[in-house]
């Protein structure tokens, strides 16, 4: 099996453990070449953004997850984010897909706007 088609079935089983947590699929990883799977979450201050990304190395395939939760204030997006996983196979990652979502939904979930503000990221977007 080709490894879009391995990622595609991979996607669905995430889009089924994250159904009714608040994540959508951002695109599917069906129409993306990048081969990467990306979600998004919505709330009333907050964004969220879980992402896998293919690295393609020599002699290896690996990927990494990330996730991210972020807010805009008065101009400023502030971000922080984690690694979940970093260069793992493929076979590794889709062996503990749960519980590697779950580690990056407690991250994201016990992360506060004091957090973000003092550990994370600042983006001017009056800039761009």
């Known amino acids: 099996m080709a490894i879009q088609d391995e990622l595609i079935s991979l996607e669905a089983k995430m889009v089924e453990n994250l159904h009714g947590k608040g994540w959508n699929l951002k ?22 953004s879980l992402s896998i990304v293919f690295l393609d190395k020599v002699d290896v395939v690996t990927f990494t997850m990330t996730i991210s939760k972020s807010f805009d204030e008065s101009g400023i997006r502030y971000i922080l984010r984690d690694n979940i996983f970093t260069n793992e196979t493929f076979n590794v990652f ?35």
Do not use: C, P, R
């Open 94 to 128: 889709v062996n503990h897909i749960s519980e590697f979502l779950d580690n990056g939904l407690k991250m994201y979930n016990d992360w506060s706007k004091t957090d973000i503000l003092n550990l994370g990221d600042k983006i001017d977007l009056t800039s761009e």
């Open 27 to 48: 695109y599917s990883v069906a129409s993306d070449d990048g081969l990467n799977i990306n979600f998004f979450k919505k709330e009333t201050i907050f964004y969220g």
